[in-house]
């Protein structure tokens, strides 16, 4: 069995990352149901690869669904209005035989037609007592108004490169892997882009080869040059730390190591530029997130081929008071 299905979360203590999404969910389904307080519609939002169907499962999980009682959909296989008004009819009209919860999850729900979608609305309207939806979607903007309006939305945001090194540390711990080399972790955590599913493929790839970090990398299909990312991933952690002897032991690092050349300092100010606009996306503190929207105001800004000489005042004028 791949990392990615072992690894899957099965409860909610099982993710990393998206702690608001995840302490809102806690605090809904510890409601009783008895009283009908949990909402009977839920709609999931992200990119790919963050979680929403895993997470779809575990609501299903928590409000006492069976395997039985669970329907999954994938309106990519079928969009038709029919379709979705079979689905809707025999979910509506005959609670489940067996246990109290029905619970159908649509997977792509931007898939589906604006008729199929219509005719949802008056399910979620007039939800009967033992029937959730769950919508999963990474284009919300193509669920029409009306029933986006009826759900309960929760956005699963994209992992933090630290949250993906933390998950893929947990992972390696499991399997018992104890001389995994960390740039490797940092680099997959910043080539999966906050996915935490593309980072479980890719330590999968990799996770049996034996051989340094640079054969890893290889192995990986990075296209950033030996020795270079790591070091770039933890510059871009020390600019927007603010932290000045951090980003000078970064630098000093960076230049001193035997791959280094000139051209790399292009390479290096993509990855910063990559990394704070993850964090400008992200990040909910509107001082941190002027700071990475600084950061890559300065990259931006820095010549064509820029060399160490222009990296490193970029990264003394980005951290200097005056």
Known sequence: MTLYHSYRPITLDQFYGNEGTLHALRVILSRPKEKDEIPHAFLLTGKRGTGKTSLARVIADMLHCTPANLEELDPGMDRSLEHIRSVVQRNTEYPPMFGKVQVVIIDEAHQLRDDAQNALLKSLEET??????????TNPSKIIPALKSRCTIFDMEQLHP?????????VLKSEKVTDFPHEVIKAIALKSEGSPRDALVMLDKVIDIPGDASVLLKALGDVVPEGDLPAAIDLARALFSNDWNATKT?????????AWKEEMATQAVFTVIGYMTKVLLTEKSMDKARHASRVIRFFRD????????????ACFAILDPK
């Open 302 to 313: 820095l010549p064509y081929g820029p060399n160490k000489a222009y990296l490193t005042q």
């Open 162 to 170: 630290q949250e993906t090194e933390s998950l893929l540390e947990a």
């Open 250 to 258: 970064c630098l000093t690092e960076m230049y001193a190591a035997p």
């Open 128 to 137: 009967p007592p033992h029937l959730y939806w769950i919508l999963a979607t």
